[in-house]
């Protein structure tokens, strides 16, 4: 056993970090977290062409965003090609690669003589073993790994078990370009020996690349990490998961208004359980997680399922913490005509004090925004339709009627403007709510709202005596 473990998060930066990623990269957190080791980050951007800044930026944003910080510099996979080079050169070296003078003409003749016979496209190994001096002119050669032909590559893995590959349908691999360009199963090789990766956590669909890597490391007599290959997410109707499925960057669930510790939560529980327990503090998650109880079927994305534990989320948040991630995410957030473009001093002030009310309705911070929004809204308010209605159905004579009992008050409380409404209510035998729901409508220009005699309370008296005075004509 190696005396420190250390995993590695490694995406491609030719898009976002989408919701896969962001679990990989989350289960390479907590084993490392767990195991008092080190996460490393390798940013894989040999694709030079789909490669961008924007999208790297994305990526670390993303993940800081998330909580998962990793240690140490962000390495380069583009910056150390050259190490690459000397790798692939050392094997040349050793006879374990060699030099492939195979045109394309012949490598696209060789796809299609196998696709006629029904084989799967593969190098043939006419170049195996023959001598450089043989080679035609005007070609120049790829290096191809002397990969074995006989005889089975086993992976033993943590989470899929023994998986094997007959090594004669594994053909001589390219290690490097005929440009001199590494080629990425190299690449992840060298890169994961000399950062010293002892544990790979990746989605499954790199399964086959684990069998050309092994050849690699066996070819090098280097040690392989150990690997785990995690299902992918699929949607609740289990295809692939999809944009409609919810296959979307970490950024969109930033701007639909989802805490980044009930994500990380609920993405935790995608293909990994401990006993029954849904909810997990992050420090409860590093305690247990491990990659035995990572299951071997795909695991299912659920929006509503997000939905409700964020909701759990907010209203076990203390309302200070859900004011400043409201502040965090409110650029965010989509634009809304009706609100200010940040909140100011004033405006976090009458949120803290509206928030008990506000945080037991909300299921994301983009519904706890919009629930707050008549704290902001300018006078006279637009109304909804349905506030609309209200007030046209005879809830603007009552909101005429108390308007003048509740300028009266000595002072503005919940308990005083409840007593006030409540009187009302008794000597006009109406109910209390057929008297607070013109109010609401009033003082919100909503049907909904937090209690009535908090919204009253939150909004001042001048505030509320203003806004009731516009709609009681």
């Not at 299609?112 to 190994?125: L, M, S, V």
């Not at 403007?417 to 209510?425: H, P, Q």
Request: proline share 5%; charged share 25%.
């Amino acid at each position: 056993m190696p005396d420190e473990v250390v995993t590695r998060f490694a995406p491609s930066p030719t898009g976002f970090l989408h919701i896969g990623g962001a679990r990989t990269a989350l289960f390479n957190w907590l084993f490392a977290r767990h195991a008092g080791g080190k996460m490393l980050l390798r940013i894989e951007d040999t694709d030079r062409e789909r490669s961008t800044d924007a999208a790297i930026a994305a990526i670390l944003d993303g993940l800081k965003w998330l909580g998962l910080d990793w240690d140490g510099e962000a390495i380069y996979q583009s910056r150390r090609a050259d190490r690459h080079r000397e790798v692939a050169e050392q094997l040349l070296a050793a006879g374990k690669a060699y030099y492939c003078y195979a045109s394309p003409e012949e490598l696209d003749e060789m796809r299609a003589k196998a696709r006629a016979e029904g084989r799967p496209p593969r190098y043939d190994g006419r170049w195996r073993d023959r001598s450089p001096a043989e080679a035609p002119p005007g070609i120049k050669p790829v290096i191809r790994l002397k990969a074995p032909q006989t005889g089975e590559t086993v992976l033993e893995d943590k989470v899929q078990g023994r998986v094997a590959w007959a090594n004669e349908n594994l053909d001589d691999l390219v290690l490097l370009r005929s440009d001199g360009t590494p080629t990425y199963m190299l690449a992840v090789v060298v890169d994961d020996r000399d950062m010293g990766i002892t544990q790979i956590i990746r989605g499954d669909d790199h399964l086959t690349n684990a069998a050309r890597q092994m050849q690699i490391y066996q070819a090098l007599d280097w040690q392989v990490p150990a690997m785990a290959h995690i299902p992918l997410i699929h949607g609740t109707d289990g295809a692939k998961l999809s944009k409609r499925h919810g296959a979307l960057g970490i950024d969109a669930y930033r701007a639909m208004g989802y805490l980044p510790a009930a994500l990380r939560n609920y993405l935790v529980r995608l293909g990994w359980s401990h006993g029954d327990t849904e909810f997990f503090t992050t420090e409860a998650m590093i305690e247990s997680f491990d990659l035995a109880h990572i299951g071997r079927s795909p695991a299912r994305f659920d929006f509503s399922k997000l939905e409700n534990m964020n909701g759990h989320y907010i209203r076990a948040s203390r309302e200070e913490d859900l004011v400043a991630a409201l502040v965090e995410t409110w650029p965010h957030l989509p634009d809304r005509d009706d609100l200010p473009k940040a909140l100011d001093a004033s405006m976090q002030k009458k949120l803290l004090a509206a928030m008990p009310g506000l945080k037991e309705r909300a299921k994301t911070l983009a519904e706890l925004r919009d629930g707050a929004a008549f704290l902001f809204a300018e006078r006279p308010l637009a109304l909804d339709a349905q506030a609309a209605d209200i007030l046209n159905s005879g809830g603007r004579d009552h909101v005429a009627r108390l308007l003048p009992r509740l300028a009266d008050l000595r002072e503005w409380t919940s308990a005083a403007t409840e007593a006030a409404v409540r009187a009302y209510a008794e000597e006009t035998n109406l109910k209390l709510g057929q008297v607070a729901q013109p109010l609401r409508a009033a003082l919100t220009g909503r049907a909904t709202s937090p209690g009535i005699f908090d919204v009253l309370r939150v909004l001042g008296r001048e505030e509320s005596l203003g806004r009731l005075a516009d709609q009681a004509h």
